[in-house]
């Protein structure tokens, strides 16, 4: 067997591909093959590095092997060894990266949090956003572009409020003043948009509703769309088996801010790909065509990553430079991995796994929290964090205050060239040094 180098798997974790397509004559298709793939299931596990793919499948720090169902799919799939995060890297570049194959410049969508000179700013948001005035048919003033939570009617409930408060958007003059939804600030189509067109059924679940952006410019991408709130206050969920009470009571203030809510909040979305692949809609209501291409993102991992919950006592992240998860992380990985198995479970049971194009990936790394680092390790641990997280393998130079690697000349001439990736501030402070990752 092909020895694995883990080194080259990129920030977007992994895409583990089951089922290979293998062609099949046809009469009709015009290059005269015809794929036996009828679905793809697009799964994101927000946070996931290459490094914990290796670490889970193989066992870490004298931790036995803990994500066994990623690990069988690992082993009859195909791995994307060079596969790179969108740069900027997050939840709202990487998801438009995989679903338009386009970079920021193309889509135009470099975070969900961002400027516009075209637009005006919104007439009277209940918000932070600046309000600004419109004329139509004159150019904007230029305004924050803000597609989270804030934008929902009330996102303290798990629905949002029912929908997107128009008063939060920014508005286009040349669109006589409309407010700008976040499908409509995408430049380009989308998958779910080519599936339709051509006569397939779509489906996707995300974490808030600003994520109707996968609609597409059409804004008729997705026909099955599912964005449970997860900024919005935990409540008991009565069709989600383990949640019908609120697991953690210690803190409710939003899905995020415990290690358990969030299992309970990420089950919600693996109900519904369950009840997708069953032939229902995604609460299980209706029937419904199992999806041409559906999917979900996880948020479990991302929060074992970065989560303090005071609440407990608990610390999430690693424990070392080789990516030894905290008990909160390995506990959502593993759940994760059951999450996935009981997916793969179901397509076997319905009869189509053998048909079913499975795609485990990642939005977008996560720069570590790490428990007690210092700087020796945090060296060893910024280049795990460079490798995972900035694309395929590459030579990477620190620059780390007092502790500099090269010629500091060289890194200021790299920096001005804009190669610098600034370390988030959130690593900063775990590491407690001024540092700076050169990707070369
Ligand atoms: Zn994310």
């Known amino acids: 067997m092909k020895k694995i180098n883990f080194e080259k798997l ?3 974790a992994v895409s583990v591909l089951l089922s290979t397509a293998t062609p099949y004559k046809s009469a009709s298709a015009d290059d005269g093959h015809r794929s036996r793939i009828r679905h793809v299931l697009l799964l994101s596990v927000d946070g996931f590095h290459a490094l914990d793919l290796e670490n889970c499948v193989k066992g870490v720090s004298g931790l036995a092997p803990y994500c066994p169902n990623l690990g069988g799919l690992a082993q009859n799939g195909i791995r994307y060894m060079q596969a790179s995060s969108s740069k900027p890297s997050d939840s709202f570049p990487g998801l438009l990266a995989m679903i338009t194959g386009g970079t920021p410049r193309s889509t135009g969508v470099f975070y969900d949090n961002s400027y516009d000179r075209s637009l005006a700013g919104p007439a009277s948001p209940t918000n932070d956003v600046a309000p600004g005035s419109c004329t139509p048919g004159m150019s904007g003033t230029g305004t924050q572009v803000l597609y989270d939570e804030t934008i929902d009617n009330d996102s303290t409930k798990l629905d949002g409020g029912g929908g997107i408060n128009p008063a939060n958007l920014p508005r286009n003059p040349l669109a006589n003043c409309a407010p700008v ?15 339709r067109r051509n006569g397939g059924y779509t489906a996707w679940s995300d974490k808030h509703l600003a994520y109707e952006l996968v609609n597409g410019p059409s804004g008729q991408g ?30 409710t203030d939003d899905w995020t801010s415990s290690f358990e809510n969030i299992k309970c909040y990420d089950k919600l979305k693996v109900q519904a790909i369950i009840n997708q692949i069953n032939g229902k809609t995604h609460d299980g209501s209706q029937s419904a065509r199992v999806p041409t291409i559906f999917g979900m993102n996880f948020q479990a991992v991302s929060v074992g990553q970065k989560l303090v919950q005071a609440s407990i006592n608990a610390t999430g992240g690693y424990l070392d430079a080789l990516g030894t998860p905290s008990n909160p992380l390995l506990g959502e990985i593993q759940f994760v991995d059951q999450s996935i198995g009981a997916m793969i479970g179901e397509l076997h049971k319905q009869g189509l796994l053998q048909s079913t194009l499975v795609i485990v990936s990642a939005k977008h790394g996560q720069a570590r929290s790490i428990q007690r680092a210092r700087e020796k390790s945090a060296i060893q641990l910024l280049r795990h964090w460079a490798i995972s997280s900035c694309g395929k393998r590459q030579r990477i130079v620190l620059h780390c205050y007092g502790l500099r690697i090269r010629p500091k000349r060289q890194v200021r001439r790299q920096q001005s060239q804009g190669q610098a990736i600034r370390v988030s501030a959130k690593f900063l402070s775990a590491t407690r040094s001024r540092s700076y990752i050169m990707i070369l």
């Open 222 to 251: 997705v026909n099955d769309l599912y964005n449970p709130e997860i900024a919005s206050e935990v409540v008991p969920l009565a069709n989600v088996p383990g949640c019908t009470s609120v697991v953690d009571p210690t803190a």
């Open 181 to 195: 939804h976040p499908h409509q600030y995408v430049r380009v189509n989308n998958i779910f948009e080519v599936a």
């Open 10 to 12: 990129a920030g977007i």
